[in-house]
């Protein structure tokens, strides 16, 4: 049965009036997903070790002084600090970490973690793009070092590139990271030029306006024969839902259904080539009922997949 991790920590991490990574992404989100049959698990902290797989020192105690006793904060014009913020970042770290636990214990095939801010902006000592730790990053190092696997996957398929996981796995030779996004858009990375120190990155642009149609044709010629050549252990899925076409904040025209294409196939490859271990986390995704209806598709996938 696939697992549902989150935690009310996670509708603690208050940003400013009209950010579009608000609190009611969460709730909207779990509305959506209270009638699904899951295994529910309490999101844990991350530990400091968690984080250091991925982030320095310095940087870590950068976030935790910096939250506030009250009121908001800015790291920058994005980026928010509130009184819950350190907990909920560490809720999603940790409910990553026991996800790839529980798949690679055997507990069960898949796993989605429904927790924010999401992670996949954030580099080794900047915060950016709403993104506070490198959640999937971390993850998946946690996956390797810990578990000691020799290859696991990352597909990120959230709008914007996930230029904070480039640059937290760019000499990693043991993780592929692949990104599907929209380009132009911020943060503008993610070329094709963009390899990683062990060519283990493949950047997949999209053009703004392109469907789900388009989307399909790139993923079936690109991303999916590169995935099952590099034949992962795990795969971890950065599940960002802004690609919608009813999203604010980019202009890519998918709808619900694409999602749930794009979800079954990687599924499928994860089948084929790690017995479906599977560990998705929550990143992007603005309007909430494109968010809500593409993210349970989503996890309707990953149930159809664990049975």
Same mark, same amino acid.
């Given at each position: 049965? /696939? +697992?549902? #991790?989150?935690?009310?920590?996670? =509708?603690?991490?208050?940003?400013?009036?009209?950010?579009?990574?608000?609190?009611?992404?969460?709730?909207?989100?779990?509305?959506?997903?209270?009638?699904?049959?899951?295994?529910?698990?309490?999101?844990?902290?991350?530990?400091?070790?968690?984080?250091?797989?991925?982030?320095?020192?310095?940087?870590?105690?950068?976030?935790?002084?910096?939250?506030?006793?009250?009121?908001?904060?800015?790291?920058?014009?994005?980026?928010?600090?509130?009184?819950?913020?350190?907990?909920?970042?560490?809720?999603?770290?940790?409910?990553?970490?026991?996800?790839?636990?529980?798949?690679?214990?055997?507990?069960?095939?898949?796993?989605?973690?429904?927790?924010?801010?999401?992670g996949h902006h954030t580099e080794t000592a900047t915060p950016m793009g709403f993104c506070i730790?490198? /959640? +999937?990053? #971390?993850?998946?190092?946690?996956? =390797?070092?810990?578990?000691?696997?020799?290859?696991v996957a990352i597909v990120d398929f959230d709008v914007h590139h996930g230029n904070g996981t480039q640059d937290l796995l760019w000499t990693e030779d043991r993780a592929l990271f692949v990104s599907s996004h929209q380009s132009p858009l911020w943060p503008g990375s993610g070329a094709p030029s963009e390899r990683g120190a062990h060519d283990n990155v493949l950047n997949v642009p999209l053009s703004p306006g392109s469907d789900g149609a388009v989307m399909r044709r790139e993923y079936e010629s690109k991303v999916f024969p590169r995935l099952r050549d590099f034949a992962p252990e795990l795969l971890i899925i950065s599940a960002g839902f802004d690609s919608h076409a009813?999203?604010?904040?980019?202009?890519?025209?998918?709808?619900?259904?694409?999602?749930?294409w794009l979800t079954r196939e990687l599924c499928a490859i994860a089948r084929d080539c790690c017995d479906g271990r599977l560990v998705s986390t929550l990143e992007g995704g603005y309007d909430l009922a494109a968010l809500s209806e593409s993210g349970r598709a989503h996890v309707e996938e990953l149930m159809e997949a664990g049975t």
């Open positions: 049965m /696939t +697992a549902l #991790i989150t935690h009310a920590d996670g =509708l603690t991490h208050v940003t400013p009036d009209g950010h579009p990574e608000r609190v009611a992404r969460l709730e909207h989100l779990l509305h959506a997903l209270e009638p699904l049959d899951l295994t529910r698990v309490s999101a844990p902290l991350a530990s400091e070790d968690d984080l250091l797989r991925c982030h320095p020192q310095d940087y870590i105690d950068r976030i935790r002084t910096n939250t506030p006793a009250k009121g908001a904060v800015p790291l920058d014009s994005d980026t928010w600090l509130s009184p819950g913020s350190w907990n909920a970042a560490l809720r999603c770290v940790g409910g990553a970490i026991r996800g790839v636990d529980m798949v690679l214990a055997g507990e069960v095939p898949n796993v989605f973690c429904a927790t924010r801010p999401p730790f490198g /959640t +999937a990053a #971390i993850a998946a190092k946690h996956a =390797l070092d810990q578990h000691g696997l020799s290859r009813d999203d604010p904040l980019a202009n890519l025209e998918w709808e619900a259904e694409d999602f749930r």
